[in-house]
């Protein structure tokens, strides 16, 4: 009686572990790398709603680690090669800090096309067609676009587009600065990081950037003007895993993540960033600082120079042998149809 009591402790045991075994084989912790702070909005609005909802969904088969703050990788520009290389499974970064990398998304950025975040995500959408051979080489998960940018200076107040020759300022990627030269002033390419520290000391006369970056870097303690209004050019951001790391999830895993990404999440991303714009212009008001609305003429002033940037990238998009002028139609014609 006790030899069989014996062997069925042992049989029952064993079952026990190889069970656990079994478990352990199937879970999966993806690493998702950003180089934000853990208090930044798309950390604690997307990121880590993401890995919450995914842990569920897959009844804790499928979890994301969240490594902030460049962890695994500290530079911005180079998210898109962290998630290719596997050194994460998951990275949030912006095409804008590799252009040439994205030459189909560079377009979704340009001056003129949108007046909105919620717009220009919709288009990019819209028109996934398109831009999809920019992703070929990794999964993407998401892909979304902040408000237009503003003019943010510090000790010249920018009312006239004139009022922007001689000036240094920070832009964030090849459209950026193809806008300021075209406007008269030298660009200056930054990380967002030392804007702060840059404007304050002089080493820029002001920032071209999307309003949500005001309370990320408190931009209203450094900068007194702020020019809004203008159709500028934005900036793109993607989300995005390496191939190896999707393909290694079950069928029923890839179907959980899908459903949680794509263009939900990106439209969620985006009112994010609209929110934190708002938010962003409040705090300048709160400061005391001066907010400066365009005059009609000042657009007119501004459309048409933006069409000298959209002939420069439309001619460089012609030399990649990318179709350029499709995708703007594209995109122009999906942006019309919101409005």
């Given at each position: 009686?006790?030899?069989?009591?014996?062997?069925?402790?042992?049989?029952?045991?064993?079952g026990t572990l190889?069970f656990?075994?079994?478990?352990?084989?199937?879970?999966r912790?993806?690493?998702?790398?950003?180089?934000?702070?853990?208090?930044?909005?798309?950390?604690?609005?997307?990121m880590?709603p993401?890995?919450?909802?995914?842990?569920?969904?897959?009844?804790?088969?499928?979890?994301?680690?969240?490594?902030?703050?460049?962890e695994?990788?500290?530079?911005?520009?180079?998210q898109?090669?962290?998630?290719?290389?596997g050194?994460?499974?998951?990275?949030?970064?912006l095409?804008?800090?590799?252009?040439e990398?994205?030459?189909?998304?560079?377009?979704?950025?340009?001056?003129?096309?949108?007046?909105?975040?919620?717009e220009?995500?919709?288009?990019?959408?819209?028109?996934?067609?398109?831009l999809?051979?920019?992703?070929?080489?990794?999964?993407?998960?998401?892909?979304?676009?902040?408000e237009?940018?503003?003019?943010?200076t510090k000790?010249?107040?920018?009312?006239t587009?004139?009022?922007?020759?001689?000036?240094?300022?920070?832009?964030?990627?090849?459209v950026?600065?193809?806008i300021v030269?075209?406007?008269?002033a030298?660009?200056?390419?930054?990380?967002?990081?030392?804007?702060?520290?840059?404007?304050?000391?002089?080493?820029?006369?002001?920032?071209?950037?999307?309003?949500?970056?005001?309370?990320?870097?408190?931009?209203?303690?450094?900068?007194?003007y702020?020019?809004v209004?203008?159709?500028?050019?934005?900036?793109a951001?993607?989300?995005?895993?390496?191939r190896?790391s999707?393909?290694?999830?079950?069928?029923?895993?890839?179907?959980a993540?899908?459903?949680?990404?794509?263009?939900?999440?990106s439209?969620?991303a985006?009112s994010?960033?609209?929110?934190e714009?708002?938010?962003?212009?409040?705090?300048?008001?709160a400061?005391?600082?001066?907010i400066?609305?365009?005059e009609?003429?000042?657009?007119?002033?501004?459309?048409?120079?933006?069409?000298?940037?959209?002939?420069?990238?439309?001619?460089?998009?012609?030399e990649a042998?990318?179709?350029g002028?499709?995708?703007?139609?594209?995109?122009?014609?999906?942006?019309s149809?919101?409005?």
């Open positions: 009686m006790n030899k069989r009591l014996s062997s069925l402790i042992h049989f029952a045991l064993a190889s656990g075994l079994v478990a352990a084989a199937s879970a912790e993806l690493r998702l790398a950003h180089f934000m702070s853990p208090m930044h909005h798309m950390h604690k609005r997307m880590q993401l890995a919450d909802k995914l842990a569920l969904e897959t009844g804790g088969e499928v979890t994301i680690r969240i490594f902030p703050s460049g695994l990788s500290k530079s911005g520009a180079a898109w090669r962290t998630a290719l290389t050194v994460a499974d998951i990275t949030f970064g095409q804008g800090y590799t252009s990398t994205f030459p189909r998304t560079m377009f979704a950025v340009a001056p003129g096309l949108f007046h909105s975040s919620a220009a995500t919709t288009a990019m959408w819209e028109n996934i067609d398109a999809a051979p920019d992703y070929e080489r990794a999964r993407l998960l998401a892909m979304w676009a902040a237009p940018a503003i003019i943010m000790d010249v107040p920018i009312r587009l004139n009022e922007m020759k001689g000036l240094k300022i920070r832009t964030a990627d090849q950026g600065a193809a030269q075209t406007l008269g030298t660009p200056v390419p930054l990380p967002a990081s030392e804007m702060y520290t840059a404007i304050d000391t002089g080493v820029i006369d002001g920032i071209m950037s999307d309003a949500s970056t005001i309370e990320s870097f408190k931009l209203q303690e450094v900068a007194n702020f020019t209004g203008l159709p500028s050019s934005t900036s951001y993607f989300l995005v895993m390496n190896r999707f393909d290694g999830l079950t069928a029923d895993q890839q179907a993540l899908n459903a949680l990404t794509g263009r939900d999440l439209m969620a985006a994010s960033y609209a929110t714009a708002s938010r962003g212009l409040d705090m300048v008001r400061a005391g600082k001066t400066i609305e365009v009609p003429e000042v657009l007119e002033d501004f459309n048409a120079r933006s069409d000298i940037v959209m002939q420069l990238m439309l001619k460089s998009a012609d042998g990318v179709n002028e499709a995708i703007v139609e594209g995109l122009r014609s999906s942006a149809a919101t409005r």
